[in-house]
């Protein structure tokens, strides 16, 4: 089982339509990170959250840290065929010399 | 600017076989990391290294060894290769090994395939 369980797993929509990807752990986290991977690269750092209920807004992207620090979600309002690719959430905890824990991945489709 | 250099991209072994996944960084980190990525797995950590002379295990270490004889590379070893070997390869590095106010530089990734 993993410590970050993403949902959902995979997500095909039509382009200008809103979706939310949900990361969800039973652990607390000092800090949680979204990443974005496109095919044949290594993840891309999206952003940092590190205070409980902290929103953060990346142009059309809103992140939100859950108020007790244990889950996280990304929303995308008006997706484009350009957001399409991997998200994944990593948290930060005091396991494994808080190095990150990765979730198993949200693999979005964007259709024009 | 080279930041983390992975080689090779690609490689197959046959089972049984040894051989040595090379990762280079130019920006003087002290944290660095090596994942392995499956489908629906995310990235699981490896070994990671805090610093020179410095390396722990992750969470899936079993056949797989790593040193850090220098600030700059942190090569993976692979014994004994065998199918469940089979992924792709991320190394990371990073000014400290935390989330919170770094980010972490990964590679473009090592494919392998064992046979």
């Known amino acids: 089982t993993q410590l970050l369980e993403q949902s959902p797993q995979f997500l095909s929509i039509q382009e200008g339509e809103n979706l939310t990807v949900y990361c969800n752990s039973s652990s607390v986290f000092s800090s949680l990170q979204w990443y974005r991977q496109e095919p044949g690269e290594g993840p891309v750092l999206l952003v940092t959250v590190v205070t409980g209920g902290e929103v953060k807004k990346l142009k059309r992207l809103t992140f939100q840290f859950g108020d007790a620090r244990k889950d996280s979600s990304l929303h995308i309002t008006a997706a484009q065929p350009g957001d399409t690719g991997l998200y994944l959430c990593a948290g930060s905890a005091l396991r494994a010399g808080n190095m990150l824990t990765f979730g198993g991945g949200t693999r979005l489709m964007v259709k024009p | 600017n080279a930041g983390v250099t992975q080689t090779p991209k690609f490689q197959v072994l046959k089972t049984g076989q040894s051989m040595t996944l090379q990762c280079a960084q130019d920006?003087?980190?002290?944290?660095m990391s090596w994942y392995r990525q499956d489908p629906g797995m995310g990235l699981r950590l490896i070994h990671y290294?805090?610093?020179?002379?410095?390396?722990d295990q992750g969470e899936v270490p079993n056949g797989y060894n790593v040193s850090r004889s220098t600030t700059e590379d942190f090569p993976l070893r692979l014994l004994s290769a065998a199918p469940s070997q089979t992924s792709v390869y991320f190394c990371?590095?990073?000014?400290?090994?935390?989330?919170?106010?770094?980010?972490?530089?990964f590679g473009e990734g090592s494919w392998l395939t064992v046979v």
């Open positions: 290294s805090v610093g020179a002379g410095i390396t």
């Open positions: 990371a590095s990073s000014y400290n090994g935390r989330g919170s106010g770094n980010t972490i530089y």
């Open positions: 920006m003087n980190h002290e944290y």
